[in-house]
């Protein structure tokens, strides 16, 4: 049963501090997503990556924000430094060209 | 630029229909989807349909497409308890492939 899979599903941490959020793509997905989900704004595209290439990061800030795909079987995005606005639901979703996206469960972040 | 747009409440009585309506502004949209997300989960696709169609059936849903006036609903028949959830309108073009979602129509079932 191919899934995406998203690590940790919940992390609570303090202002100031790094976090990391890992997602897993399905296997032979060449498109990977990730999406940011508050009450406000919805779902967001904050980057995605093609054959593990950024494709497009404009929506994520620059200054905090960075996603890379270190292999094909690996997404990662860091904050640093971490603040209360970042508190959201991040979703990763992977797909291949001309398909549905797929979603992991997504990844819960409370920045106190 | 891409832009989805959706209302974001719907009240509907166990056994009516339901229908969540959507618009879009890109013009070159290849694929249009609908997906559901339950509490606590991620999102599920529940259908979509190529651009050149004007409509889909699927069970209890169906999907009517207006590419003319860029307007995509779902309708879901018989609805139950268990169809509370929110549905995201999300499209899609060939030349980048990047999936735009709408902000999701929170669907609320009264008994």
């Known amino acids: 049963d191919a899934r995406v899979t998203q690590t940790p599903r919940h992390k609570v941490t303090e202002m100031g501090q790094e976090v990391t959020m890992r997602c897993q793509p399905i296997l032979g997905h060449n498109t990977v997503f990730w999406y940011r989900q508050t009450m406000m704004q919805g779902l967001e595209l904050l980057a995605y990556?093609?054959?593990?290439?950024?494709?497009?990061d404009s929506g994520m800030p620059k200054d905090r924000f960075s996603a890379e795909m270190p292999d094909a079987t690996l997404a990662t995005l860091k904050i640093q430094p971490s603040e209360p606005r970042d508190s959201a639901v991040y979703f990763c979703?992977?797909?291949?060209?001309?398909?549905?996206?797929?979603f992991g469960q997504g990844t819960r972040l409370t920045v106190v | 630029g891409e832009d989805v747009e959706q209302s974001l409440f719907l009240s509907v009585r166990e056994g009516d229909s339901s229908v969540i309506n959507c618009t879009y502004t890109d013009s070159s949209s290849t694929y249009l989807y609908w997906y559901k997300q339950e509490p606590g989960a991620g999102l599920q696709l529940l259908t979509y349909?190529?651009?050149?169609?004007d409509m889909k059936q699927d069970q209890r849903l169906t999907v009517l497409l207006n590419k003319k006036d860029k307007h995509l609903s779902l309708r879901i028949a018989d609805t139950q308890t268990g169809d509370s959830a929110i549905y995201f309108c999300a499209e899609t073009a060939n030349r980048d492939d990047k999936i735009i979602f709408g902000k999701g129509t929170r669907l609320h079932i009264l008994p």
């Open positions: 990556f093609r054959n593990r290439a950024p494709l497009d």
């Open positions: 979703a992977s797909k291949r060209l001309n398909t549905e996206a797929f």
């Open positions: 349909i190529f651009s050149n169609m």
